[in-house]
C-alpha cells in the first residue's frame, strides 16, 4: 500500500493523521489482549494464575489523599490541603483581606 504524502493536501494529511493514531490505539488494545492471554497462558503451564505471580496487585498502591484544612467561601467544593501550591482562589482571597484562619475548615 503506497501512499504518496507528496501528492496529498494538508487536509487529507490530517485526516490521515487522525486515521493512523486511531488504528495504533487499535492495535495496541489488540497486542495488549494478546500479550495478556500469551503471559496467563505461560503462567498455567507452570501451574500458576497470573495474579498470583503479580502478588495479585495490578496497580501500584497511592498514599492517602491529604485531607483538606480549607475551603473557598465562594465555593465550598474547591479544597485546598494546605501543602503544594496555593490555589489561585487563596491567593484572591488574601489579596482581598482575607486571613487564611478565615478559610479553614
Excluded: C
Excluded at 487522525?18 to 492495535?27: G, N, T
Excluded at 489482549?33 to 496467563?40: D, I, Q
Excluded at 503479580?54 to 489523599?65: H, R, V
Aim: no cysteine.
Amino acid at each position: 500500500m503506497a501512499i504518496n504524502l507528496e501528492k496529498m493536501s494538508r487536509k487529507e494529511l490530517l485526516e490521515l493523521r487522525d486515521k493512523v493514531e486511531i488504528a495504533l490505539k487499535s492495535a495496541e488494545k489488540r497486542e495488549r489482549k494478546e500479550a495478556l492471554k500469551a503471559a496467563e497462558k505461560a503462567a498455567a503451564e507452570f501451574g500458576f494464575s497470573l495474579s498470583e505471580l503479580s502478588g495479585g496487585a495490578s496497580k501500584p498502591a497511592k498514599g492517602p489523599k491529604n485531607t483538606a484544612k480549607y475551603k473557598n467561601p465562594a465555593n465550598p467544593d474547591q479544597t485546598w490541603s494546605g501543602r503544594g501550591r496555593k490555589p489561585q482562589w487563596v491567593h484572591d482571597a488574601l489579596k482581598a483581606g482575607a486571613d487564611i484562619s478565615e478559610l479553614e475548615i
